[in-house]
């Protein structure tokens, strides 16, 4: 390659020279923290009060790692004559962090928005069985969930965003409809506006 | 094996050297994993090498068919851990054609995309630690840094840093983050720019040189008979890309950047420059990718599936150019919501085999040399 016997050492050693002029760029992890996107999948968090043990998550998890109890409660019928409603109560809402492949699909498929994604991650310990972490844990992270990043701008708006316009459409049509039959011009909502 | 018994007084014939048998691992730190090497040794001379493999075997193939095709996924994309999201790739494409499924433009895009970010970051993986092997420890803090920066962009989008767990049937899990092709493309811009530190640093040192130059040469014949794939083969002149050869995601709309480098020699040093080659291939593919992206009227990312995935009956194969060399999928379903079948073929374990022919001749100081050459990750042998 070269000519002169050692160029190639040399240049390297330009590199390794030209390198130590510059900042280092580690952080010193335990006093820096990192900023981790909002993406991250860090640890599961779960809103507790949306979970309505419909069992989902456990069963859609490749390696089974959700544990969930539950009982049936009778909610007594608050008009006479009508019927006595059950409702499931949560007892028991546990992931072991341990067999967790951290793959997101209970996340995914959680029709209630009961489990989020969180990007904290300092809860390793020395022993297995205290990875798995119960429901009061679950909850407690929760705090810690960020909101998600906003999207691209060439993306397709949300669901929820379409559905609120759609809503909001449908309510100023039945709005402009009702005005003729004398009612105050300014309705409810502005209409067609930022859902 | 011959006993020899060295006493008073012995015969010409007792002063024949005994072969020796040498293992190297199952825990080599130069293995990567728990590869078990069997040599057998004429003095430093190899006389034959047995790769026994096995020791990693999750028997994936197995819990494929147990899986439906989202949870197929987690399992399918950590075979080989450097390039998930390639890995992830081969599923869905396998099943996207099995359902004749149409993915939006921007999803092929965007996955085009995420695949060559992925290549840069197994290949940048290799060009550090092959050096490190070989007793450089320098070059794995610059592979690393810019490993990071192409981390950090891949973290924003998918989550994660390893199992990326990005791709869906249909098309991608989650669309882009605001403003994530800038700093993808800064990314881009910042690993390109310090792709010649590696170069300087160890692609033209002459100890790197003198220890890989002429070392491990891999014939063409060779590669045929064992199937070796990737960059390896390239190095030897098999000019074979299915990036190229049988187009699949965005790459038939890329021919005018997708360069297939190739090295004649089919030695280590072949090997390695082949590979930062395709680190800078990999980065045009990618800035070319977000010029893409960025002019595509908007649309959707995914397609909404139904509640219950299943393939119609059939068989399909479907393979992709992973960092490493070609990754087949090879799906058979009856109709079910899991595969009856889904056979992995993966470039590691291909590559791994032609050592026994490689390595029978050369020193065990180039052992390491050979070894570390032929880049492979031990879960992507083993599966």
Known sequence: MSRIPGAGLAKGLAVTLKTMTKRSVTQGYPEVLPELPPRSRGVIALFEENCTVCMLCARECPD?????????????????????RTRNVLDRFAIDFALCMYCGICVEVCPFDALFWSPEFEYATDDIQALTHEKDTLREWMWTVPAPPPLDERAEEPKELAMARRNAAKLAKELEQEQPQG????????????? | MTEATVGVGIGADQLDTTD???????????????????????????????????????????????RDYRQILVLANRHDWLSAFANELGVVLAVERMLGMEVPERAVWARTLLAELNRVLSHLMFLGSYPLELGAITPIFHAFRDREEIQAVMEEISGGRMHFMFNRVG??????????????????????GRVPVLRDLVHGNEIFRARTKGVG???????????????????????????????YLAYGELTDVLRVVTREEGDCLARFSCLID?????????????????TLP??????????????????????????????????VSRGEKTPWRLKLRSASFNNVQVLSELLPGTLVADMVAILGSMFFVVGDIDK
Not at chain 1, 183 to 195: L, Q
């Open chain 1, 64 to 84: 089974w790692c959700i544990y969930i109890d539950s009982h049936k409660e009778v909610v007594p019928a608050k008009e006479p004559g009508a019927r006595d």
């Open chain 2, 20 to 66: 020796m048998v040498l293992n190297i691992g199952p825990q080599h730190p130069s293995t990567h994993g728990v590869l078990r090497l069997r040599l057998v040794l004429d003095g430093e001379r190899i006389i034959t090498a047995e790769p026994i493999i096995g020791y990693m075997h999750r028997g994936a193939e197995k819990l494929f068919e147990v």
């Open chain 2, 298 to 331: 908007p649309g959707p990312i995914n397609l909404r599936l139904p509640k219950v995935l299943k393939a119609p009956e059939g068989h399909t194969y479907a393979w992709t150019e992973n960092p490493l060399g070609v990754n087949g999928y090879y799906l």
């Open chain 2, 217 to 247: 040469v891999l014939s063409r014949e060779t590669v045929h008979a064992y199937g070796v794939s990737g960059p390896i083969a390239r190095a030897s002149g098999v000019d074979f890309d299915l990036r190229r050869d049988e187009p």
């Open chain 2, 278 to 294: 395709q680190v800078e291939v990999s980065l045009d593919l990618a800035d070319a990718c977000l010029d893409r992206l960025e």
């Open chain 2, 171 to 192: 098309g991608l899990k989650e669309d882009l983050p605001a403003g994530w092709l800038g700093r993808a493309r800064a990314a881009v811009a910042g690993v390109r």
């Open chain 1, 183 to 195: 009612r105050e011009p300014n309705g409810p909502a502005s209409p067609g506006g930022d859902a």
